[in-house]
Protein backbone atom coordinates (compact mmCIF):
# COMPACT_ATOMS: atom_id res chain seq x y z
CA UNK A 1 0.00 0.00 0.00
CA UNK A 2 1.56 3.48 -1.05
CA UNK A 3 2.53 5.13 2.39
CA UNK A 4 -0.16 8.03 1.72
CA UNK A 5 -2.77 5.67 2.14
CA UNK A 6 -2.17 5.53 5.49
CA UNK A 7 -3.34 7.97 8.38
CA UNK A 8 -0.36 9.85 10.50
CA UNK A 9 0.83 8.70 13.05
CA UNK A 10 -1.75 10.96 15.50
CA UNK A 11 0.08 14.28 16.69
CA UNK A 12 -1.45 13.79 20.62
CA UNK A 13 0.87 10.82 20.89
CA UNK A 14 4.68 11.52 22.17
CA UNK A 15 6.81 9.68 20.83
CA UNK A 16 11.01 9.55 21.28
CA UNK A 17 13.41 12.13 19.47
CA UNK A 18 15.85 10.36 16.96
CA UNK A 19 19.41 11.96 16.02
CA UNK A 20 18.84 12.16 12.18
CA UNK A 21 22.13 10.77 10.41
CA UNK A 22 22.35 11.20 6.22
CA UNK A 23 23.65 8.25 4.57
CA UNK A 24 25.03 9.95 1.64
CA UNK A 25 27.18 12.25 3.99
CA UNK A 26 28.77 9.49 6.21
CA UNK A 27 29.36 7.38 2.99
CA UNK A 28 31.55 10.51 2.01
CA UNK A 29 33.62 10.84 5.14
CA UNK A 30 31.57 13.36 6.26
CA UNK A 31 33.19 13.96 10.34
CA UNK A 32 30.56 15.98 11.55
CA UNK A 33 27.99 13.57 10.50
CA UNK A 34 29.92 10.45 11.51
CA UNK A 35 30.31 11.96 14.92
CA UNK A 36 25.91 12.10 14.70
CA UNK A 37 25.65 8.48 14.25
CA UNK A 38 28.92 8.11 17.17
CA UNK A 39 26.37 9.80 19.61
CA UNK A 40 23.63 7.90 18.64
CA UNK A 41 24.93 4.50 18.48
CA UNK A 42 26.90 5.00 22.37
CA UNK A 43 23.81 7.03 23.85
CA UNK A 44 20.45 5.55 22.81
CA UNK A 45 21.66 3.46 19.99
CA UNK A 46 18.81 4.24 17.44
CA UNK A 47 19.18 6.90 14.84
CA UNK A 48 16.95 7.94 11.60
CA UNK A 49 18.89 6.98 8.30
CA UNK A 50 17.68 9.32 5.44
CA UNK A 51 19.28 8.97 1.51
CA UNK A 52 20.06 5.66 2.43
CA UNK A 53 18.28 4.82 -1.43
CA UNK A 54 16.85 1.70 -0.23
CA UNK A 55 13.32 2.92 -0.10
CA UNK A 56 11.78 1.07 -3.67
CA UNK A 57 13.40 -2.09 -2.62
CA UNK A 58 11.75 -2.25 0.48
CA UNK A 59 8.22 -1.44 -1.19
CA UNK A 60 8.97 -4.64 -3.07
CA UNK A 61 9.90 -6.88 -0.30
CA UNK A 62 6.46 -5.76 1.21
CA UNK A 63 5.19 -7.01 -1.75
CA UNK A 64 7.13 -10.53 -1.58
CA UNK A 65 5.72 -10.65 2.43
CA UNK A 66 2.50 -10.11 1.00
CA UNK A 67 2.53 -12.96 -1.76
CA UNK A 68 4.42 -15.18 1.06
CA UNK A 69 1.92 -14.37 3.91
CA UNK A 70 -1.35 -15.34 1.66
CA UNK A 71 -0.05 -18.43 0.97
CA UNK A 72 -2.14 -21.12 2.71
CA UNK A 73 -0.72 -21.74 6.62
CA UNK A 74 -0.21 -25.59 5.43
CA UNK A 75 2.31 -24.21 2.40
CA UNK A 76 4.03 -21.90 4.81
CA UNK A 77 4.51 -24.19 7.47
CA UNK A 78 6.63 -26.38 4.88
CA UNK A 79 9.57 -23.38 5.73
CA UNK A 80 8.41 -23.15 9.85
CA UNK A 81 11.62 -21.93 11.64
CA UNK A 82 11.41 -25.24 13.55
CA UNK A 83 12.06 -25.11 17.66
CA UNK A 84 15.67 -25.92 17.21
CA UNK A 85 17.11 -22.27 17.87
CA UNK A 86 17.12 -22.00 13.75
CA UNK A 87 16.78 -18.09 12.56
CA UNK A 88 15.62 -18.52 8.89
CA UNK A 89 12.06 -19.75 7.24
CA UNK A 90 8.67 -19.08 8.41
CA UNK A 91 7.73 -18.14 11.70
CA UNK A 92 3.88 -18.23 12.74
CA UNK A 93 2.15 -15.68 14.98
CA UNK A 94 2.19 -17.04 18.13
CA UNK A 95 4.89 -19.29 18.25
CA UNK A 96 6.98 -17.09 20.00
CA UNK A 97 6.76 -15.74 23.92
CA UNK A 98 6.60 -12.00 24.59
CA UNK A 99 6.80 -12.28 28.22
CA UNK A 100 8.04 -14.45 31.44
CA UNK A 101 4.64 -15.51 31.40
CA UNK A 102 4.69 -17.34 27.89
CA UNK A 103 1.89 -14.67 26.45
CA UNK A 104 2.15 -15.71 22.47
CA UNK A 105 3.23 -13.22 19.69
CA UNK A 106 1.16 -11.86 17.22
CA UNK A 107 3.33 -11.14 14.63
CA UNK A 108 4.30 -13.63 11.54
CA UNK A 109 7.90 -13.60 10.32
CA UNK A 110 9.47 -14.85 6.91
CA UNK A 111 13.19 -14.67 7.46
CA UNK A 112 16.08 -15.00 4.57
CA UNK A 113 19.44 -15.98 5.22
CA UNK A 114 22.10 -13.49 3.56
CA UNK A 115 23.79 -16.49 2.65
CA UNK A 116 20.83 -17.86 0.74
CA UNK A 117 20.57 -14.69 -1.29
CA UNK A 118 24.45 -14.37 -1.93
CA UNK A 119 24.43 -18.42 -2.94
CA UNK A 120 21.50 -18.08 -5.46
CA UNK A 121 20.53 -19.90 -7.40
CA UNK A 122 21.91 -22.59 -5.32
CA UNK A 123 20.82 -23.15 -1.43
CA UNK A 124 23.36 -22.36 1.49
CA UNK A 125 21.23 -22.86 4.60
CA UNK A 126 17.43 -23.34 3.80
CA UNK A 127 14.53 -23.90 0.97
CA UNK A 128 11.99 -20.89 1.05
CA UNK A 129 8.05 -20.80 -0.36
CA UNK A 130 7.47 -19.87 -4.05
CA UNK A 131 6.99 -16.46 -3.69
CA UNK A 132 10.55 -16.03 -1.86
CA UNK A 133 12.39 -18.00 -4.86
CA UNK A 134 10.47 -16.40 -7.89
CA UNK A 135 11.88 -12.43 -6.26
CA UNK A 136 14.70 -13.75 -5.04
CA UNK A 137 16.60 -11.92 -8.46
CA UNK A 138 13.90 -9.27 -8.38
CA UNK A 139 13.63 -8.43 -5.17
CA UNK A 140 15.64 -10.01 -1.98
CA UNK A 141 19.07 -10.33 -3.59
CA UNK A 142 18.71 -6.33 -4.84
CA UNK A 143 17.48 -5.10 -0.98
CA UNK A 144 19.93 -7.87 0.99
CA UNK A 145 23.11 -6.40 -0.85
CA UNK A 146 22.02 -2.67 -0.45
CA UNK A 147 21.66 -3.32 3.12
CA UNK A 148 24.71 -5.22 3.38
CA UNK A 149 26.15 -1.93 1.68
CA UNK A 150 24.94 0.44 4.38
CA UNK A 151 25.45 -1.75 7.58
CA UNK A 152 29.38 -2.50 6.15
CA UNK A 153 29.51 1.43 6.01
CA UNK A 154 28.57 2.23 9.47
CA UNK A 155 30.06 -0.80 10.84
CA UNK A 156 33.67 0.59 9.51
CA UNK A 157 32.90 3.67 11.11
CA UNK A 158 32.45 1.95 14.28
CA UNK A 159 35.91 0.08 13.23
CA UNK A 160 37.83 3.69 13.52
CA UNK A 161 36.19 5.70 16.02
CA UNK A 162 36.85 2.19 18.16
CA UNK A 163 40.10 2.81 17.52
CA UNK A 164 40.66 -0.83 16.39
CA UNK A 165 42.93 -2.35 13.57
CA UNK A 166 41.46 -1.41 10.03
CA UNK A 167 39.25 -4.26 8.73
CA UNK A 168 38.85 -5.55 11.74
CA UNK A 169 34.93 -5.15 12.00
CA UNK A 170 34.89 -6.40 8.03
CA UNK A 171 36.46 -9.58 9.37
CA UNK A 172 34.08 -10.43 12.12
CA UNK A 173 31.24 -9.56 9.37
CA UNK A 174 33.21 -11.28 6.36
CA UNK A 175 30.97 -11.69 3.23
CA UNK A 176 31.95 -15.03 2.88
CA UNK A 177 31.50 -16.56 6.52
CA UNK A 178 28.49 -18.11 7.14
CA UNK A 179 25.68 -16.09 9.48
CA UNK A 180 22.94 -15.13 11.25
CA UNK A 181 22.55 -12.22 9.15
CA UNK A 182 19.23 -12.36 7.59
CA UNK A 183 16.33 -10.34 5.80
CA UNK A 184 12.72 -10.05 7.58
CA UNK A 185 9.34 -9.08 6.72
CA UNK A 186 6.89 -8.56 9.27
CA UNK A 187 2.75 -8.90 9.48
CA UNK A 188 0.79 -8.12 12.74
CA UNK A 189 -2.92 -7.79 12.11
CA UNK A 190 -5.22 -5.24 12.10
CA UNK A 191 -7.18 -4.05 15.09
CA UNK A 192 -5.50 -5.52 17.85
CA UNK A 193 -6.23 -4.71 21.72
CA UNK A 194 -4.19 -1.10 22.39
CA UNK A 195 -1.84 -2.67 25.13
CA UNK A 196 -1.75 -5.98 23.23
CA UNK A 197 2.32 -6.40 22.67
CA UNK A 198 2.70 -7.83 19.11
CA UNK A 199 6.67 -8.45 19.53
CA UNK A 200 7.82 -8.72 23.00
CA UNK A 201 10.91 -6.83 24.65
CA UNK A 202 14.26 -7.59 23.37
CA UNK A 203 17.97 -6.52 22.49
CA UNK A 204 18.84 -7.52 18.69
CA UNK A 205 20.58 -10.37 18.53
CA UNK A 206 23.59 -9.20 16.30
CA UNK A 207 25.10 -6.02 15.36
CA UNK A 208 22.80 -4.02 13.05
CA UNK A 209 19.36 -3.55 12.24
CA UNK A 210 18.24 -1.45 9.35
CA UNK A 211 14.16 -1.24 10.00
CA UNK A 212 11.95 0.42 7.39
CA UNK A 213 8.41 1.06 9.23
CA UNK A 214 5.29 2.96 7.64
CA UNK A 215 3.07 2.53 10.81
CA UNK A 216 3.95 3.50 14.54
CA UNK A 217 4.07 0.88 16.97
CA UNK A 218 7.51 0.28 17.78
CA UNK A 219 8.89 1.44 20.91
CA UNK A 220 11.85 2.18 23.46
CA UNK A 221 12.67 1.90 26.45
CA UNK A 222 15.32 4.76 26.93
CA UNK A 223 18.58 4.02 29.66
CA UNK A 224 17.50 5.89 32.73
CA UNK A 225 13.44 6.23 31.88
CA UNK A 226 10.63 4.24 32.98
CA UNK A 227 8.15 4.49 29.82
CA UNK A 228 7.95 2.94 26.72
CA UNK A 229 8.25 5.67 24.20
CA UNK A 230 7.06 5.39 20.61
CA UNK A 231 9.68 5.94 17.47
CA UNK A 232 7.70 7.51 15.23
CA UNK A 233 7.73 6.59 11.83
CA UNK A 234 9.42 9.24 9.06
CA UNK A 235 9.00 8.46 5.32
CA UNK A 236 11.97 8.43 3.80
CA UNK A 237 13.94 7.25 6.97
CA UNK A 238 14.80 4.16 8.23
CA UNK A 239 15.21 3.18 11.69
CA UNK A 240 19.00 1.80 12.34
CA UNK A 241 19.74 0.33 15.86
CA UNK A 242 22.65 -1.23 17.29
CA UNK A 243 22.51 -5.28 18.60
CA UNK A 244 23.97 -7.01 21.54
CA UNK A 245 27.02 -8.34 19.23
CA UNK A 246 28.62 -4.40 18.97
CA UNK A 247 27.66 -4.05 22.70
CA UNK A 248 29.47 -7.21 23.76
CA UNK A 249 32.79 -6.56 21.21
CA UNK A 250 32.94 -2.94 22.12
CA UNK A 251 32.95 -3.51 25.90
CA UNK A 252 29.53 -1.56 26.38
CA UNK A 253 30.59 1.26 24.30
CA UNK A 254 28.11 0.57 21.60
CA UNK A 255 24.62 0.78 23.34
CA UNK A 256 22.02 -1.89 22.13
CA UNK A 257 18.47 -0.34 23.93
CA UNK A 258 15.26 -2.97 24.49
CA UNK A 259 12.20 -2.48 22.29
CA UNK A 260 9.08 -4.02 21.31
CA UNK A 261 6.30 -3.58 19.08
CA UNK A 262 2.51 -2.15 19.85
CA UNK A 263 -0.10 -2.11 17.44
CA UNK A 264 0.22 1.01 16.29
CA UNK A 265 -1.65 4.09 17.49
CA UNK A 266 -5.07 5.83 17.04
CA UNK A 267 -6.05 5.32 13.66
CA UNK A 268 -3.09 3.61 11.99
CA UNK A 269 -5.04 0.39 14.51
CA UNK A 270 -7.08 -0.15 12.17
CA UNK A 271 -4.33 -1.33 9.10
CA UNK A 272 -2.01 -4.37 8.98
CA UNK A 273 1.55 -3.17 10.14
CA UNK A 274 4.14 -4.14 7.86
CA UNK A 275 7.51 -3.65 8.51
CA UNK A 276 11.51 -4.57 6.69
CA UNK A 277 14.13 -5.43 8.42
CA UNK A 278 18.01 -6.46 7.52
CA UNK A 279 20.16 -7.72 10.21
CA UNK A 280 23.64 -7.90 10.16
CA UNK A 281 25.52 -10.25 12.34
CA UNK A 282 28.67 -11.42 13.20
CA UNK A 283 30.16 -14.86 11.38
CA UNK A 284 28.94 -17.76 13.11
CA UNK A 285 32.32 -18.48 14.75
CA UNK A 286 33.05 -15.22 16.51
CA UNK A 287 33.06 -15.56 19.92
CA UNK A 288 31.05 -12.56 21.24
CA UNK A 289 34.18 -10.72 24.03
CA UNK A 290 34.90 -6.94 24.06
CA UNK A 291 37.57 -6.50 21.83
CA UNK A 292 40.14 -5.29 24.51
CA UNK A 293 43.63 -6.48 23.12
CA UNK A 294 42.77 -4.96 19.55
CA UNK A 295 41.33 -1.50 20.89
CA UNK A 296 42.79 1.42 24.16
CA UNK A 297 39.92 2.76 24.06
CA UNK A 298 38.17 -0.55 24.76
CA UNK A 299 40.42 -1.92 27.06
CA UNK A 300 39.71 1.54 28.69
CA UNK A 301 36.28 1.49 29.17
CA UNK A 302 36.23 -1.92 30.20
CA UNK A 303 38.69 -1.38 33.13
CA UNK A 304 36.13 0.88 34.66
CA UNK A 305 33.33 -1.40 34.72
CA UNK A 306 32.49 -3.86 38.24
CA UNK A 307 33.31 -7.50 37.83
CA UNK A 308 30.10 -8.21 37.14
CA UNK A 309 29.73 -5.91 34.29
CA UNK A 310 32.76 -7.48 33.07
CA UNK A 311 31.39 -11.07 32.94
CA UNK A 312 28.81 -10.04 31.80
CA UNK A 313 29.90 -8.69 28.43
CA UNK A 314 32.07 -11.55 28.04
CA UNK A 315 29.45 -14.52 27.52
CA UNK A 316 32.23 -16.89 26.46
CA UNK A 317 30.04 -18.10 23.46
CA UNK A 318 30.33 -17.92 19.92
CA UNK A 319 27.80 -15.76 17.63
CA UNK A 320 25.78 -18.55 16.48
CA UNK A 321 25.94 -19.87 19.81
CA UNK A 322 24.45 -16.29 21.12
CA UNK A 323 21.22 -16.03 18.34
CA UNK A 324 20.25 -19.59 18.64
CA UNK A 325 20.07 -19.60 22.37
CA UNK A 326 18.05 -16.76 22.36
CA UNK A 327 15.45 -17.84 19.68
CA UNK A 328 15.19 -21.22 20.78
CA UNK A 329 14.27 -20.03 24.13
CA UNK A 330 11.42 -17.53 22.93
CA UNK A 331 9.82 -20.59 21.36
CA UNK A 332 6.81 -21.23 22.85
CA UNK A 333 7.02 -25.12 21.69
CA UNK A 334 10.32 -24.96 24.19
CA UNK A 335 8.69 -23.21 27.25
CA UNK A 336 8.76 -24.84 30.35
CA UNK A 337 8.10 -21.72 32.63
CA UNK A 338 9.20 -18.34 33.39
CA UNK A 339 12.77 -20.01 33.47
CA UNK A 340 12.83 -20.07 29.25
CA UNK A 341 12.16 -16.38 29.10
CA UNK A 342 14.82 -16.14 31.32
CA UNK A 343 17.19 -18.23 28.81
CA UNK A 344 16.43 -16.06 25.78
CA UNK A 345 17.66 -12.80 27.56
CA UNK A 346 20.44 -11.23 25.99
CA UNK A 347 21.15 -7.43 27.19
CA UNK A 348 17.99 -6.01 28.33
CA UNK A 349 20.23 -5.42 31.79
CA UNK A 350 17.07 -6.36 33.62
CA UNK A 351 15.42 -3.84 32.14
CA UNK A 352 12.39 -6.63 31.49
O1 LIG B 1 8.58 -4.23 13.57
C1 LIG B 1 9.33 -3.44 14.14
O2 LIG B 1 9.15 -2.21 14.10
C2 LIG B 1 10.49 -3.95 14.95
C3 LIG B 1 10.82 -5.39 14.75
C4 LIG B 1 11.90 -5.88 15.68
O3 LIG B 1 12.22 -5.29 16.68
C5 LIG B 1 12.62 -7.14 15.36
O4 LIG B 1 12.19 -7.88 14.46
O5 LIG B 1 13.67 -7.38 16.02
FE1 LIG C 1 14.17 -5.87 17.34
Redesign the pocket.
Known amino acids: MPVAAFPEFPTNVPSHPLLVVDYQSIKNGDEKEMDVLWKAATSLGFWYLKNHGAEEDVDRMFDMGAETMNLPMEEKMKYDQGDEGVLFGYKAAGASAIDASGTPDK ?1 E ?1 INIAKDDALAWPKQARRAYPSTVNDRMESTIIPFVKKSIEINDTILSIFNTKLGLPEGTMQKLHSFDEYSGSEA ?1 T ?1 K ?1 PKNLPAERQ ?2 GA ?1 T ?2 GSL ?1 F ?1 H ?1 RLG ?2 QVLPPGVDEWQY ?1 KPVPGHA ?1 C ?1 VGDALTLLSGGILHSNI ?3 LPPPGAQASFE ?1 W ?1 Q ?1 F ?1 TRPGNSVVLRPLSGESSMIAEAISKLTEEQRAALNPGVTSYDWHSRRVKNRRIRNRKGPETWLASKGMELGRV
Request: charged letters at 15%.
Open positions: TFRIAAIHDFSLNGLIINHRVRSVF
